[in-house]
C-alpha cells in the first residue's frame, strides 16, 4: 500500500470513529431534553405580550444551544486524547502509518461534526417551535385587534412587521453559527489543554476557566488597561491577553438576535475569521506538544 | 531461510539510549543504554528480560513512538522517525485495548481504514484475519464485552491485517490460556515460514525458546546476551543422549563405558513432558 504524508481518508476513518464513540456514550440524549425545554419555553408563560413571548423562547432556547455546545466541546474532547493515551488505544493508531497531526485533526473534526450534527437538529427543532408560536402569537394579535375594532390595514402591517422580526429569520441561524463557531474554539482550545494535561479532569477545568476568562476579556481589558495607559502597553496587553485565552466577545450577537436587531455580514465575517484564526492557532500548538509527546 | 543479502535489516538500533526526565528535584531515569541490535528480513528475533529492562521502550522506540535520547533506530532501513516507516509494521502492545464502543468487525475495519485499506477487500481481509484468530462469533459483538484472551486476539488480527512484513509482539501470550498461546505460537511459526520477519518479547521463555531464531537478553537498560538460540543454550561440555525402550541392563552398560572413558555420568532418568503440552492433551476436544 502506497503511503501518502497527508490522508483526507485516514482523517475522516478518525473523525468517523469520534463521531461514533460520542453518539454510543449516548451524549446526544441532549437534544431531547434541548427539544423538551423548546416546546415548553415555547408554550409557557402565554399571558406575556407577543414581544416577550417570542423574546423568552428565543433566550431559553439560544441558552441551551450555548450550554450544549460549550460543554460537549470541553468534556468530549478532554475524554478523548487522555483516554486514548490511558487504554493505550493510541500505540495501535499511532503504530499505523499516522501522522500525529492527522490524530488530531480527526479528533477536532469528530467533535465538531458531533456540534455542528447537533446544533442543526436543534435549530431545526427551535426553528420549528419559534414558527408555531409566532403564527399562534399573529393569530391571537390579529384576533384582538379586531375584537377592539382597530384591525387597520396600517395597524396590521405593523404586527406583521413586529411579530416578523421578533419571529423566525436568518438572523435566528447567523445566532446558531455564532454558537458553533464559537464551541469550535473552545474545542480547540481543550484539544490543545489535553495534548499537555496529565488527566482529563485538568483538561476539563482548565478550559472552563480559560472559557470563563474569554467571555470576559473585554471587561478585563476596561478594568486593568486605564485611559492614561500607554498605547503600547495597551496594545501588548491586549495581544497577550488574546494569546492566553480566546476573545469569546467576538462571538457574543445572541443578544442582538434576541432582541430582533440584525447581524450584519461584517460581523459575521469577524466571527468566522475569528474562529478560523483560533482554531488555527490552537491546532499547530496541539501539533507542536503532540509531536514531542512521548507515549 | 532469512535473507539478509538483497534487502536492507528489518530492525536496526544503534546505540539507543533513552533518558526519562524526571520532575524538580528528581534523578532522570534511564531505560535503555546504548543499545544495538539487528533483526535481519525473515528471522524471529525474541527479546527477553525482566520487567523494567527496558524492551518495551526499545519497541516504542523502533515504532517511533518514543524519540531516542541518542542513537537511532530503523524499519526496512527507514528511519522511525518516518511515518511511512509504519506501513509494513504490525505491531500488537502489551495488554491491548480498543475502543470498546466498536465491535471486533468495526475495529478492524477502522484498522485497515487507517492503513489505506478499503472496500470489498478490506471487508474480506478483516473477516479473514477473525477467522483466523477464532473471534468469527465475535464480529458483531461490542469490544467492551471482550475477553482478555479474546483482546490480544483481536491485537493480533489487526496487527496482521494490513499484511505487513514486520510483526512486532509485546507479551503476545499475556493474560492467554494455554490454546491460546499455543495458537499464537503456531501462527508466529506460520509467520516464520512465510518470511515474516517477527521482534517478540514474552516473559514464557519456553515458548521464545521454541519460535526464534536468535535472542536478546536485556536487563537495566543493556543488552547482556545476544546470538543464536541454539548457540546461546547449548551446554558446550554436556551431551544428551536420549533412548526409547532402552532396557536397566543397557543403560547400566552404557553408563560403564561412559565412565572407563573419563566422562562423568551426570543424570539419567525418564524424559518429562511439559506442562504446557500436558494440560493441552488432557483439555482438547476429540476430534468427531
Redesign the interface.
Given at each position: 500500500?502506497?503511503?501518502?504524508?497527508f490522508?483526507p481518508?485516514?482523517i475522516w476513518?478518525?473523525a468517523a470513529?469520534t463521531v461514533?464513540?460520542l453518539v454510543?456514550?449516548k451524549i446526544m440524549a441532549f437534544l431531547v431534553v434541548f427539544c423538551v425545554i423548546v416546546v415548553a419555553a415555547g408554550f409557557a408563560f402565554p399571558v406575556m405580550n407577543p414581544e416577550q413571548q417570542l423574546k423568552l423562547l428565543k433566550d431559553v432556547s439560544f441558552g441551551a444551544l450555548q450550554i450544549f455546545s460549550v460543554v460537549i466541546a470541553i468534556v468530549s474532547t478532554a475524554l478523548l486524547l487522555p483516554r486514548d493515551l490511558e487504554?493505550?488505544?493510541l500505540?495501535?493508531?499511532?503504530?499505523?502509518?499516522?501522522?500525529r497531526y492527522e490524530y488530531l485533526l480527526g479528533k477536532l473534526i469528530g467533535v465538531l461534526l458531533l456540534i455542528g450534527a447537533g446544533l442543526v437538529l436543534m435549530d431545526i427543532a427551535f426553528s420549528a417551535v419559534l414558527w408555531l408560536r409566532q403564527s399562534l402569537v399573529l393569530a391571537q394579535s390579529i384576533a384582538a385587534l379586531k375584537q377592539e375594532g382597530v384591525a387597520t390595514p396600517e395597524a396590521l402591517a405593523q404586527l406583521n412587521e413586529f411579530v416578523g422580526k421578533q419571529g423566525l429569520t436568518w438572523n435566528i441561524h447567523l445566532g446558531v453559527l455564532a454558537i458553533f463557531l464559537k464551541a469550535s474554539v473552545i474545542a480547540a482550545l481543550s484539544l490543545m489543554i489535553s495534548c499537555f494535561a496529565s488527566s482529563t479532569l485538568f483538561t476539563v477545568v482548565i478550559s472552563l476557566l480559560v472559557t470563563i476568562i474569554g467571555h470576559g476579556q473585554g471587561l478585563i481589558r476596561e478594568y486593568f488597561f486605564s485611559e492614561g495607559m500607554n498605547q503600547i502597553m495597551k496594545k501588548l496587553g491586549s495581544a497577550l491577553l488574546a494569546i492566553i485565552t480566546p476573545d469569546l466577545g467576538v462571538f457574543d450577537v445572541l443578544d442582538n438576535v434576541i432582541n430582533g436587531e440584525l447581524v450584519s455580514a461584517f460581523s459575521a465575517g469577524v466571527m468566522v475569521g475569528t474562529a478560523a484564526m483560533y482554531v488555527t492557532g490552537y491546532l499547530l500548538v496541539s501539533h507542536l506538544l503532540f509531536v514531542?509527546k512521548?507515549? | 531461510m532469512p535473507d539478509s543479502t538483497s534487502s536492507p535489516p528489518a530492525v536496526t538500533v544503534e546505540n539507543l539510549t533513552k533518558v526519562f526526565k524526571s520532575g524538580l528535584g528528581k534523578q532522570a531515569f534511564v531505560a535503555v543504554r546504548d543499545l544495538t541490535l539487528t533483526v535481519q528480513t525473515g528471522e524471529v528475533y525474541g527479546l527477553i528480560g525482566p520487567n523494567g529492562s527496558g524492551k518495551s521502550t526499545t519497541m516504542k522506540a523502533i515504532l517511533g513512538l518514543l524519540s531516542p535520547t541518542m542513537g537511532k533506530t530503523t524499519i526496512f532501513g527507514k528511519s522511525s522517525i518516518e511515518v511511512e516507516s509504519r506501513s509494513d509494521v504490525g505491531f500488537l502492545p502489551e495488554n491491548p485495548y480498543f475502543y470498546k464502543h466498536l465491535s471486533g468487525l468495526e475495529t478492524l475495519l477502522f484498522y485497515g481504514r487507517l492503513c489505506s485499506m478499503s472496500g470489498r477487500d478490506l471487508q474480506d481481509k478483516a473477516r479473514e484475519m477473525l477467522a483466523l484468530t477464532g473471534l468469527e462469533d465475535a464480529a458483531d459483538r461490542r469490544v467492551g464485552g471482550f475477553s482478555k484472551g479474546m483482546l490480544q486476539r483481536l491485537g493480533l488480527a489487526q496487527a496482521l491485517l494490513h499484511e505487513p512484513r514486520l510483526i512486532i509482539l509485546d507479551e503476545p501470550t499475556a493474560g492467554v490460556d494455554p490454546a491460546g498461546s499455543r495458537k499464537i505460537r503456531d501462527l508466529i511459526m506460520g509467520f516464520k515460514e512465510s518470511g515474516i520477519t517477527v521482534l517478540v518479547t514474552s516473559h514464557l521463555l519456553e515458548q521464545i525458546q521454541e519460535v526464534c531464531d536468535r535472542v536478546g537478553i536485556m536487563a537495566h537498560g543493556r543488552m547482556v546476551r545476544e546470538g543464536r538460540l541454539d548457540d546461546l543454550i547449548a551446554v558446550e561440555n554436556e551431551t544428551e543422549l536420549i533412548l526409547a525402550d532402552a532396557s536397566p541392563e543397557l543403560l547400566a552398560e552404557i553408563r560403564a563405558i561412559a565412565e572407563s572413558k573419563g566422562a562423568k555420568w551426570i543424570r539419567s532418568g525418564h524424559s518429562r513432558t511439559t506442562l504446557e503440552r500436558l494440560f493441552l492433551e488432557s483439555t482438547e476436544e476429540p476430534k468427531s
Open positions: 500500500m502506497k503511503y501518502h504524508s490522508s481518508a485516514r476513518t478518525l470513529a461514533t464513540q454510543r456514550m487504554d493505550r488505544t500505540y495501535t493508531i499511532l503504530s499505523k502509518p499516522v501522522p514531542e512521548e507515549l | -
